[in-house]
Each structure stands twice: as C-alpha cells, then as structure tokens.
C-alpha cells in the first residue's frame, strides 16, 4: 500500500519510472517513511542501505536523485513547489527533496 503512495506523489511531480534515480528516490522515501529519524543522517541511514539493495554506492544514490531533483525543478518548478508547501530558489538537494516528497505522502495519507 504504502508504494502505492509513493508512485503517486512521484507521478503528482511528473517523476518517470524511466529515470534511474526513480527506483533509488522511491526506495529512499520507503526507508524515511518507516522512520522518519533517518532524516537525520541521510547517508547513513538511507543512501548506504539503498546503494546496497541497488548494488551501487552512496554517491550514485545521492546524484542520481539529485538528478531528478534537478530535472523536476527544471520542467515542473510549480508543482514541486506546491508539493513542498514553501518556495524553492533553486533545485533542492537530494535530502530535502526525499523529505518533501515524505511530508507530502505524510499530510496526504495520515494513516502511514
């Protein structure tokens, strides 16, 4: 159920499964919506057991969402800001766009 909420906030964001960083951002926002503390060392507690379930390192995860950051702010600036709920100068970082999407999926769906 809970992938289901996430396919539908990376859709909400025009995120395609196309991009590599689609699997690596979804199994990221899976790992922070288990426990929303991992927040506090991303790369310790979600990029190192991402990169390991994809069989990559922490720096593949951390760029290739940050693509896909880059590439949302550069097609859908609006809807990434509306999802944020505050307004972006610039492309988040890998981080705040995982939490974004979190808050997003938190506010939407209260029961997970």
Request: glycine content about 0%; charged content about 30%; overall charge neutral.
């Amino acid at each position: 159920m809970e992938l289901r909420y996430i396919e539908d906030a990376l859709q909400k964001l025009h995120i395609k499964k196309r991009y590599h960083g689609y699997r690596l951002l979804s199994a990221a926002v899976a790992l922070a919506l288990e426990d929303d503390s991992r927040l506090l060392e991303v790369r310790k507690k979600i990029y190192r057991p991402v990169a390991e379930c994809y069989d990559c390192n922490i720096s593949n995860v951390e760029r290739n969402i940050r693509t896909v950051s880059v590439r949302t702010w550069n097609d859908y600036r609006e809807e990434l800001c509306d999802t944020a709920r505050y307004v972006l100068h610039s492309p988040p970082p890998a981080s705040e766009l995982i939490e974004i999407i979190v808050n997003y999926i938190q506010r939407t769906y209260p029961a997970v």
